[in-house]
Structure formats: C-alpha cells, structure tokens
C-alpha cells in the first residue's frame, strides 16, 4: 500500500483523507476507487488496506 499510495492522483488522496477523517469510510473507499484514475480500479481489499494504512498515518482509529 505505502509504494501506490504516492502515485494516486493528489486530489484522490485528500478527498479519501477528507471523508475518512469525518468518519465517512465507505465513501472514502468509493472515492479513492473512483478517483484513482486506474484501470481497473482498485479493489475493494486494496482501499480496504488503504484505510489501515492512512489510519495509521493519520494517528486514527482503524475500526
């Protein structure tokens, strides 16, 4: 997850960041899925990780 964090497009990261601080989780994965500019998106397990790992990195809980 670290290495294809930084190649998402900014925007999708801060929207993810966003919704994820305001505790928005499902729509965070949606937007980081539909944001990522991937073809094919990225799945679900995948912006699930996403979700640890930015918690992690945002001193969040992951629950």
């Known amino acids: 997850m ?14 993810f960041d966003r919704l994820f601080q305001e505790g928005r989780k499902i729509q965070a994965v949606k937007a980081l899925r539909d944001g990522s500019g991937m073809e094919p998106k990225p799945s679900l397990h995948w ?4 979700l640890v790992f930015r918690a992690k990195a945002l001193g969040l809980e992951s629950s």
């Open 47 to 50: 912006a699930m990780d996403a």
């Open 2 to 15: 670290r290495a294809e964090w930084p190649a998402l497009p900014v925007e999708a990261r801060a929207e």
